[in-house]
C-alpha cells in the first residue's frame, strides 16, 4: 500500500480505501481499479491524496474491511444524530452506546491500532462526522492506556463522539468560513461547547461526565481556554483526555480556514504545549498510543533516501520500521528493511504527500 498525491495516480491503480460521502455511502470502494474517469471524479471532490495497492508493499496488512465497515456504520450514526438535533428530534441514547461499545471492542482486538486509524478518505462535506469519529477511536485508545472500565470508556468515548455536537446550533456558513473570523462570529463558535452540553443535558441516559466533554473540550490546562477558563484540574480527566484527541485530529486536517499539518508537526506541536495546553501525564500518554507514520505512507530520509513504513515501534511512533527503496540520489534499489529504532543516525525528515 502506499499514500500519494492524487495527480501521481494512474489508469490501473487500485484503491486501497474506500471514498466515502457524508451520508456514508461509498462513493469508490476499495479495490477500485482507477481510470481516468475515476480519478477526474476523485479530483472533482477535492480530495489531494489518496492510498493505493502495491504488491511491493504488501507486508503492510490490516483487518481493513471489518475496519471500514465500523466507520461506516459510525458515519450514518453520526450523521443521523445531527440531523435529528437540526430537525428537534430526539436522540437515541442506546443507539449511541451501540456504536461506541463496538468502537471499544474493535479497539481492543485489533493489533493494528493506531496506524490505520485516520486513513479513511475524507470528503469535504463529512469532516465534522469523520471527525468526530476519530476523536472517539483516539480517545478511547487512550482511555485503553489508563485501564478504564467498559463503564468509563463508553462515557468517555460518547462524550468524544458527541463533543462537537453544539456545532449544529452554529450557521454552517461561519462554521466554513475560509476567511479570519470576526470577534463577534469567534464568540459565537465558541457558544458550541455550552449549546454541546444543553442538547446532551435534554437527552435522556447521557453520563453526566459526557455532557462535560462536550462543555470542556476547549478548555486549556494553563486556564487559557473556553467557555469558562478552567485550569489544572477544575477540568475533568477526561475532557482533558478528549482535548488531545481533538486537537491532533483537527490538526492533521485540511480545514476551509488552514492548510493539514503532517502527521509528525501535528506530534510536536501536541509534545510543544505538554504542561501548558495538555496535561503531561496525558501527553506521554498519547505519545506511547499515537502513529505519527502509518503504516504504508512514504517518507524522505535525512540521508535524502526514500522508504515507505512497514509498521511501528510502540511508544517511539517517531522511529518505526521502513522499507528503504531508493538511494540518495533517488534512483530505486532493491527494498532493505531498516528497525530505525536501531539505527539513531537516519531520521525520518519528510512525509510525502
Not at 496535561?279 to 498519547?286: G, I, P, S
Amino acid at each position: 500500500m502506499r499514500y500519494i498525491r492524487i495527480e501521481d495516480s494512474k489508469n490501473g491503480d487500485i484503491l486501497a480505501r474506500p471514498i466515502v460521502t457524508s451520508d456514508g455511502i461509498v462513493l469508490l470502494s476499495e479495490g477500485t481499479v482507477l481510470s481516468s474517469s475515476y480519478i477526474d471524479k476523485i479530483i472533482s471532490t477535492g480530495i489531494k491524496k489518496i492510498f493505493i495497492k502495491d504488491n511491493l508493499y504488501s507486508q503492510t496488512s490490516v483487518d481493513i474491511e471489518d475496519f471500514s465497515q465500523l466507520k461506516d456504520k459510525s458515519i450514518n450514526l453520526v450523521s443521523n444524530i445531527y440531523n435529528k438535533v437540526i430537525n428537534s428530534e430526539t436522540i437515541d441514547s442506546e443507539e449511541i452506546e451501540t456504536v461506541v461499545v463496538d468502537i471499544l471492542n474493535y479497539v481492543k482486538s485489533s493489533t493494528a491500532f493506531p496506524s490505520k486509524l485516520l486513513e479513511t478518505i475524507k470528503l469535504k462535506d463529512n469532516y465534522t462526522y469523520i471527525h468526530s469519529i476519530n476523536t472517539c477511536f483516539l480517545s478511547i485508545i487512550l482511555g485503553e492506556y489508563f485501564n478504564l472500565s467498559e463503564t468509563e470508556q463508553i462515557i468517555l468515548g460518547t462524550g468524544a463522539l458527541l463533543h462537537d455536537i453544539g456545532k449544529t446550533y452554529i450557521d454552517e456558513k461561519i462554521l466554513k468560513k475560509a476567511s479570519k473570523l470576526t470577534d463577534d462570529e469567534f464568540k459565537l463558535i465558541q457558544k458550541h461547547t455550552l449549546y454541546g452540553f444543553k442538547i446532551l443535558n435534554s437527552t435522556k441516559g447521557i453520563d453526566h461526565a459526557s455532557m462535560l466533554i462536550a462543555l470542556n473540550h476547549h478548555e486549556k490546562y494553563d486556564g487559557s481556554g473556553y467557555p469558562r477558563g478552567l485550569k489544572g484540574k477544575q477540568i475533568d480527566f477526561f475532557s482533558q483526555l478528549v482535548t488531545i484527541c481533538d486537537v491532533y485530529d483537527a490538526l492533521i486536517n485540511v480545514r476551509s480556514y488552514k492548510k493539514a499539518f503532517k502527521p509528525n508537526e501535528t506530534y510536536e506541536y501536541i509534545l510543544s504545549k505538554s504542561g501548558t495546553f495538555f496535561n503531561t501525564e496525558l501527553v506521554n500518554a498519547f505519545r506511547n498510543c499515537i502513529c505519527i507514520y502509518p503504516d504504508g505512507v512514504g517518507v524522505r530520509l535525512s540521508d535524502g533516501r526514500l522508504a515507505f513504513v512497514l509498521h511501528q515501534n510502540k511508544g517511539f511512533p517517531e522511529r518505526p520500521v521502513i522499507n528503504i527503496i531508493t538511494d540518495n540520489t533517488g534512483n530505486f534499489t532493491s527494498p532493505t528493511t531498516v528497525d530505525l529504532m536501531n539505527s539513531l543516525n537516519i531520521v525520518i525528515d519528510d512525509i510525502l504527500i
